[in-house]
Structure formats: structure tokens, C-alpha cells
């Protein structure tokens, strides 16, 4: 099966600097990569996702890129807020499957 | 609007005992999940449903069993709980597969075995 490896594990940065979460996959057929946001106690939650199709999405202050050669996705936070705190999943799914692969997750703390 | 609703969010057991997690949607998604969540091993799927009537096995499906009666609701269940069993777990629905489909998760359930 697919194996997502995620880094790092904790982030800490600085309110309004960037924050970058990377994430690598080993089956090549894995082709929709989503980005979870799980605040404490409480579910996590889709923030973004990318189709193989597409090398990169932004959606405000969030943009995720992917490089199917390398097999590597990152997400990309700018300008973060107190509120961008919490623990960050990326998960990849291949078309044939009814399951997503999650990385490890990445808990990321924005000092203000 | 309630979304994934998991019952109940707390539980300790001791060795040996079995208990049911009930996890229901109102959003008529076909497909849910049981997922558990461990610090430092992320999100490892247990057992999924493609729709009323089945189940199938995912990651780490040893020591559990699940049933999907009602298209609405998924049941975990631990026929004899183990200490490894400790976990948060955590149902999650969508509307489509896989490849296509969001997964809406509910606020999880914290099971504690002594």
C-alpha cells in the first residue's frame, strides 16, 4: 500500500512569517492529495487538496504544491495567525482505492 | 446540523471487556470510516463501509469488528479490549470515494483501556 511521510512534526513560527509542511508519497498511482487542519479536541477538517493534474492551488493565505516526479507535496501558510495553530495531516488516495494514506501529522504553534 | 456525530466521547474499559462506538450522519453520505489516531503514527484506518450492507478491512483491523445496518450509522465494536486499544478514534463520512471525497470526521472518541 502507499506510505506518506510527513515533516516535521512540530513547527513553531513567529505570527505573520511562513509555515511549510512537506509531505512524500511512494505509490505513483496516488493521484488526490488533501491537507487536514485538526484543532484540539475536535475532528479534522479539510483545508485544501490537489489533484496530480495540477502543480499548484492557492486559496488565500493556504497553497499547496506538488511535484509528481519527486513524489513530494507541500503546504505553504503565509502571513500565519494565532488561529493557524493546530496539528496538520496530508493524506493521498489513488482513484481504484476507498481509502486515503495519512502522514503522521505536523502541530504547528504560531507565537504572537 | 449535525454532521458525523460519534457516541460516546469518553470511555475507560478494563481488559477484556468489549464496548460499541456508534458513530451517525445526517448527510446520506454512502461512504464511512473508522479511523484511530495515535501521537507520532497519525490517522490508521480500521474498517470502511462503501454503503448499507458492507464492510470492508483497512490498515489495522485486528481486534475489531463493525456492521453498517443503517446507511446513517457505522458501528465499532471491541469484542475483548486490549491496553493497545487505547486510542482516539474517530468516524468520517463522504459522499464519494476515495479519490473524490471529503471527509467529514466527527469530534472522536477517547477509549481507555486499563
Known amino acids: 500500500g502507499e506510505n506518506v511521510e510527513q515533516h516535521p512534526s512540530t513547527l513553531s513560527v513567529q505570527e505573520g512569517d511562513s509555515a511549510v509542511i512537506k509531505c512524500t508519497y511512494s505509490?505513483?498511482?496516488?493521484?488526490?492529495f488533501p491537507w487536514y487542519k485538526q484543532e484540539l479536541g475536535k475532528g479534522p477538517q479539510l483545508i485544501i487538496d490537489?489533484?496530480?493534474?495540477?502543480g499548484e492551488k492557492k486559496d488565500q493565505r493556504i497553497a499547496v504544491t506538488l511535484n509528481k516526479t519527486a513524489k513530494h507535496f507541500s503546504l505553504h501558510i503565509t502571513e500565519t495567525q494565532p488561529e493557524d495553530s493546530a496539528v496538520y495531516f496530508c493524506?493521498?488516495?489513488?482513484?481504484?482505492?476507498?481509502?486515503?494514506?495519512f502522514g503522521t501529522g505536523t502541530s504547528l504553534t504560531v507565537i504572537p | 446540523n449535525a454532521g458525523v456525530t460519534q457516541t460516546p466521547k469518553f470511555r475507560v474499559l478494563k481488559t477484556g471487556q468489549s464496548m460499541t462506538l456508534l458513530c451517525a450522519q445526517d448527510?446520506?453520505?454512502?461512504?464511512m470510516y473508522w479511523y484511530r489516531q495515535d501521537p507520532g503514527m497519525g490517522l490508521r484506518l480500521i474498517h470502511y463501509?462503501?454503503?448499507?450492507?458492507?464492510?470492508a478491512k483497512g490498515e489495522v483491523p485486528d481486534g475489531y469488528n463493525v456492521s453498517r445496518l443503517k446507511k446513517q450509522n457505522f458501528l465499532l465494536g471491541l469484542e475483548s479490549a486490549a491496553p493497545s486499544q487505547t486510542s482516539v478514534y474517530f468516524c468520517?463520512?463522504?459522499?464519494?470515494?476515495?479519490?473524490?471525497?471529503?471527509?467529514?470526521f466527527g469530534e472522536g472518541s477517547r477509549l481507555t483501556v486499563l
Open positions: 468520517a463520512s463522504s459522499l464519494l470515494a476515495g479519490n473524490t471525497g471529503e471527509l467529514f
Open positions: 505509490d505513483s498511482a496516488s493521484n488526490y
Open positions: 493524506a493521498a488516495s489513488y482513484h481504484t482505492g476507498n481509502q486515503f494514506y
Open positions: 490537489i489533484r496530480s493534474n495540477v
Open positions: 463501509s462503501v454503503g448499507e450492507g458492507t464492510t
Open positions: 448527510m446520506n453520505h454512502e461512504y
